[in-house]
């Protein structure tokens, strides 16, 4: 591979995710020969990797994080992964949206992106469980005028529920179903901490599992938002399984491989920043 030293961090890493996943484990030497890197960058990539909870760092190595995680990391830490990505991701995904319609959104730190590209999309209802992503509405309406977003389009209208606040800042419970069952979206954007094709969508959070099931189900369109470093991710609790979502816009990280294996179990995968599975 003598073109990996000219590698892009994040294409490194995907490189990396996928050897460890293919043969199941990847001591830090191979990889050094593979990338044709240094052992320190080699090291810090599978920090990365490990801080994400895409693998699992050993002695010498690195391996597959097979548990079921339950750990649930709050809304800051998570703040500083994949900044680029999600960036391109929340762009893809607003262009999904017509003026006027009824969005719904879920806590996290991808959707709270896609709220942003949303302020310049007119007429929108919002529904969202997630304090971060009302806040961004709301800044937005006073620091534009005469009932305008920040981004000059009409402010939109929004819906924040009720319930338990969650470590990721997202309203939770009873509360929170009873309120989203009641109401129908033509989008729901919704943020997973893993995706897989024997998992679905998880989260370590039981509660804010039974709240996004309830948004799955009053949506018209299931749209989920996730950078590559999800992908192959489990959390405790399964709320959906793959056919109930309609499309995954996702980064260009996702390497080939998985590229195709999601293709063969949802609708439309959107590559933000690159190209769609048939290319």
Not at 32 to 57: F, I, N, P, Y
Not at 241 to 259: F, I, K, N, W
């Amino acid at each position: 591979m003598s073109d990996n030293q000219n590698l892009l961090a994040g294409q490194r890493r995907a490189l990396i995710l996928d050897e460890v996943r293919r043969r199941g484990g990847i001591r830090v030497s191979e990889l050094t020969r593979m990338l044709q890197v240094s052992d320190m960058t080699v090291r810090r990539d599978l920090d990365v990797l490990a801080r994400q909870g895409a693998l699992e760092k050993v002695h010498g190595g690195a391996v597959p994080v097979t548990e079921a995680r339950t750990h649930e990391p709050g809304f800051e830490a998570k703040s500083s992964l994949e900044l680029s990505a999600k960036s391109e991701i929340a762009r893809s995904a607003a262009g999904l949206v017509t003026p006027g319609s009824a969005v719904a959104l879920s806590g996290g730190t991808t959707t709270f992106a896609v709220a942003h590209e949303l302020l310049e999309v007119p007429d929108l209802t919002v529904v969202t469980n997630s304090v971060r992503v009302a806040d961004v509405f709301h800044n937005a309406q006073h620091l534009g005028e005469g009932g305008r977003g920040a981004g000059g389009a009409p402010a939109a209208t929004v819906v924040l529920t009720g319930g338990v606040r969650t470590p990721s800042d997202a309203l939770v419970g009873p509360v929170a179903d009873a309120a989203i069952s009641s109401l129908h979206f033509d989008v729901l954007f919704l943020g997973v901490h893993g995706i897989s094709v024997e998992a679905g969508l998880s989260t370590p959070n039981l509660a804010e599992a039974e709240t996004n099931r309830h948004f799955v189900r009053s949506a018209r369109r299931v749209v989920v938002v996730a950078d590559h470093t999800k992908w192959g991710t489990t959390g405790l609790s399964s709320f959906a399984s793959l056919d109930e979502v309609d499309t995954l816009v996702t980064d260009a990280g996702l390497p080939p491989a998985d590229r195709r294996e999601i293709a063969e179990h949802l609708a439309e995968l959107v590559i933000a920043g690159g190209v769609d599975a048939e290319d």
